[in-house]
Nanobody
Framework: QEQLVESGGGLVQAGGSLRLSCVAP????????LGWFRRPSGKEREFVAA????????YYADSVKDRFIISRDNAQETMYLQMNTLKPEDTAVYYC????????????????????WGQGTQVTVSP
């Protein structure tokens, strides 16, 4: 299983911003859907956002829509998650993942269809 590597997590006050980065193996860029998920402490992992292989489609959870922006730079083999207007409920470990599936008509791949994952980066938002 190929490893992705997240960075950019940290502690921020409510209303602040953070940008997460995810570096993935070259093979996953160009054809794979990339996504962000998060796991709040004591809760299930949940979908945050995903972006198609060519950046022509992006998908967001309702809880982050209009606050978070997902992007990717295939030349740099890096995906980003710009998180703005952060709230305490955004506190979680954030994971990036890659899926060989596209599923353009249904909001992107399901969580089970993501084959490669990173180790996660902690984001903590203080009140």
């Amino acid at each position: 299983q190929e490893q992705l590597v997240e960075s950019g997590g940290g502690l921020v006050q409510a209303g602040g911003s953070l940008r997460l980065s995810c570096v993935a193996p070259r093979r996953l860029f160009g054809t794979y859907t990339l996504g962000w998920f998060r796991r709040p402490s004591g809760k299930e992992r949940e979908f945050v956002a995903a972006i198609s292989y060519n950046s022509d489609a992006s998908y967001y959870a309702d809880s982050v829509k209009d606050r978070f922006i997902i992007s990717r730079d295939n030349a740099q083999e890096t995906m980003y998650l710009q998180m703005n207007t952060l709230k305490p409920e955004d506190t979680a470990v954030y994971y990036c993942a890659a899926s060989p599936f596209r599923r353009p008509g249904v909001g992107g791949p399901t969580e089970a269809e993501y084959a490669s994952w990173g180790q996660g980066t902690q984001v903590t938002v203080s009140p």
